[in-house]
């Protein structure tokens, strides 16, 4: 009978073959050689966003496949790029957004454009981890979210990013075994919380870090059942796929907002509009 943990063990030990059985599968084969073959062509923010085809490849390859209907703001994130402090995608609550301004800045050029050599293997890389991370949480949530926790975890620079993102919070309340935030007035003290029980250069620590992946992956099987079985309710992958998964903290995520306002800048109202079509969570 397998679990959680020998599952994960399993792919996190051979994760080149994982990923290279991934990227063969027909669907992610298919979808990575139209990318290959004509982000080149793309040379503006329109034609980008225009084309579903590569703008939901590239979404997904950057954790936002749930955001490829949200146009309005994908071109206004694009528009204002990631130079200025004061640009949208550094405003908003994840780093995702960041790097995908960042990476699609059509007026870069050479080993910056979003066509260059670099900047594709990069993102059809992503796509293809995506991928993997979303097929595996189909089959059991817990390895999903652990692959997910491991590499996304080394990215955060603050607790309150671990709060904004459901899928990390949910490893952390599962290894710490926190209790959702009850109201937005518990947000600080839930990330001072958990700044104590796991401090965030720990995450940038590989031996640290596959402890605490291994912590949860142990804890996700005692607390719902050998390769996650019984658990409930549907948290939304980074490719906009539904699957089973534990209690998600999506209750804690509206009350993150006012507080993560105050970090970001601007009014906790004017956070909460400019969010309001955003789905949470990379």
Not at 193 to 203: G, R, S, Y
Request: hydrophobic share 40%; net charge neutral; no cysteine.
């Amino acid at each position: 009978m397998t679990t959680t943990i020998t599952d994960y063990l399993a792919i996190a030990n051979n994760l080149a073959r994982y990923q290279k059985n991934e990227a063969a599968k027909p669907a992610v084969k298919n979808a990575t050689a139209y990318y290959q073959a004509n982000i080149g062509k793309v040379t503006t923010i329109s034609q980008f966003v225009g084309n579903y085809r590569l703008l939901s490849y590239a979404l997904q390859a950057y954790g936002l496949g749930d955001q490829i209907n949200n146009k309005a703001l994908v071109t206004q994130v694009l528009q204002q790029g990631a130079t200025s402090s004061k640009a949208l995608a550094n405003t908003l609550p994840n780093a995702n957004w960041k790097a995908f301004a960042t990476a699609f800045n059509f007026a870069s050029k050479g080993t910056a454009a979003p066509s260059s050599s670099a900047s594709v293997t990069t993102t059809t890389s992503d796509y293809v981890e995506q991928q993997l991370e979303s097929d595996q949480g189909s089959s059991n949530t817990g390895v999903g979210l652990a692959l997910y926790f491991a590499r996304v975890a080394p990215t955060i620079t603050n607790s309150l990013q671990i709060l904004a993102d459901k899928n990390l919070l949910e490893v952390v309340q599962t290894i710490f075994n926190i209790p959702e935030a009850a109201n937005a007035s518990q947000i600080d003290q839930q990330a001072t919380e958990i700044q104590k029980l796991m401090p965030v250069a720990d995450l940038q620590n590989p031996a640290k870090l596959k402890n605490l992946v291994e912590r949860f992956t142990a804890q996700y099987d005692v607390l719902y059942g050998t390769g996650g079985t019984n658990a409930s309710t549907p948290l939304t992958m980074s490719n906009g796929n539904t699957v089973t998964t534990v209690n998600a903290a999506s209750s804690v995520l509206s009350g993150a907002l006012s507080s993560a306002a105050s970090y970001v800048g601007g009014s906790a109202a004017d956070f909460a509009s400019i969010l309001s079509g955003l789905a949470l969570g990379g």
